[in-house]
Every structure is written in C-alpha cells, then in structure tokens.
C-alpha cells in the first residue's frame, strides 16, 4: 500500500537549472496539492489540483509551474531554480466526500539550490 | 497573514508526564481542525481531528479540545511517550475554498526517557 510517492527524495541544482518533482497516488483521489516546507513557516500551499486536467495556485505559486497528467499523477515543475526555492517539498492527495477532510502527504523531496 | 499560528516552536517533557501543543486562530468559520504528526525525513501523517461542533475529541492517548470563543485549541498527549517526540501541526481548511489545509508553523516536542 504505497500511498503518495514523491521522487527523488534529495535534490541539488545549481540557479537557473530546471527540474520537475515527481508525484502520483494509488488511492484514486480526484484532489492533488503540492506543499513547501521552510522553518518557522509551516507548510503552504503552491498548487493544487481538483482533478484531472485542472489546477489552481495557491499562496506561493511563482516560479512554479503544475502538471496534472493524469488522476494517479501531479508533477511540480522550476523552470528556473532560485536559491529561494530550497526548500523541503510535499505532494498530497485527498479522497472526495464532506467527510475525508484530511490530507496523506508523501516522504517529501529535500531540494537545494545553490 | 497566517491563519493557525503555533506560539511554541518547542516543548519538552518528560516521559510519562502529558503534552500540551496550542494552537490559535483568527477564522470563526473554521468548521473543522486537524492536527498532524510529522518525524524528520517522513512526510506528515494525520493524528486526530475535530468539528467545530465539538468541544473535545479523544483517540486514545491523544485528545483535542476546541474552545471557540478564545479562537483555540490544545492537543493532550497522556502519558507522553519517547516515540510522540515529533513535530505537530495544527491545521484548518485553507481558505480560498480548494479544499486545502493551512498549516500552523508546527511545534517541536521532545519526551525525555
């Protein structure tokens, strides 16, 4: 039962370099998030996605970019890292009904962007 | 501006003895809370949540309380075990309507052996 599944677990880039975070879910949830992790900040919301073929941002989206390919699958794309970017990321999913309120997260991606 | 704040970015007590973890609000809409658990190196892993029609809710060791006239609410750990050190989470529905959570900046716990 594997969950939500992020790869790669630890990233460097240098600045200005491109990479895209990998994410997808067997729990066939329609809602898919993408979450960044700084101390003292908590987690807050870049993208989200309701369902397949749509995204929507959230509070800190700029210099991202969002792919939701398919139901299972929710990438995260910098097209062009920035050393504000290092952080730690988190991709979520959230099953549909009034009552299924909480999140499942996966191990999250440690990006480093020198 | 945040919306679910964590005051205490750590705590520490001792094994056996209980936990408080707070966590504030601004928004009276809020109609449910949840609180996570997160260990270095893992992602977060959802604890207990409650309606905000609720005042309290227990899951064996762990119980939340919702005071809503103060905007707050606790997480009890009793007895506090070395396995609960972690970091917690408060969280509430993200606004906007995405059916989203906000997080509170989380709160370190250490149980002393």
């Known amino acids: 039962n594997a969950g939500v599944t992020q790869t790669p677990k630890f990233q460097v880039l240098k600045t200005g370099q491109s990479m895209t975070l990998q994410c997808a879910q067997d729990m066939n949830h329609n809602s898919m998030y993408w979450y960044r992790q700084d101390p003292g900040m908590g987690l807050r919301l870049i993208y989200y996605?309701?369902?397949?073929?749509?995204?929507d941002k959230g509070e800190v989206p700029n210099g991202y970019n969002v792919s939701r390919l398919n139901k299972r699958e929710f990438s995260l794309r910098l097209e062009s890292a920035a050393p504000s970017q290092t952080s730690v990321y988190f991709c979520?999913?959230?099953?549909?009904?009034?009552?299924?309120?909480?999140?499942?997260f996966g191990s999250g991606t440690q990006l480093s962007v020198l | 501006d945040q919306q679910v704040k964590q005051n205490s970015p750590s705590l520490s007590v001792q094994e056996g003895r209980i936990s408080i973890l707070n966590c504030d609000y601004t928004?009276?809409?809020?109609?449910?809370f949840l609180w996570y658990k997160k260990y270095p190196a893992e992602g977060p892993t959802f604890l207990i949540s409650?309606?905000?029609?609720?005042d309290k809710n227990e899951d064996g060791r762990f119980t939340v309380f919702l005071n809503k006239s103060a905007k707050h609410l606790s997480l009890h750990i009793v007895p506090s075990q070395p396995g609960d050190s972690a970091v917690y989470f408060c969280?509430?529905?993200?606004?906007?309507?995405?059916?989203?959570?906000?997080f509170g900046s989380g709160t370190r716990l250490q149980v002393q052996p």
């Open positions: 996605s309701a369902s397949e073929g749509t995204t």
């Open positions: 969280a509430a529905p993200h606004p906007g309507g995405r059916r989203a959570l906000t």
């Open positions: 979520a999913s959230r099953g549909t009904g009034v009552t299924n309120e909480k999140l499942f």
């Open positions: 409650i309606s905000s029609i609720k």
């Open positions: 928004n009276s809409m809020f109609d449910y």
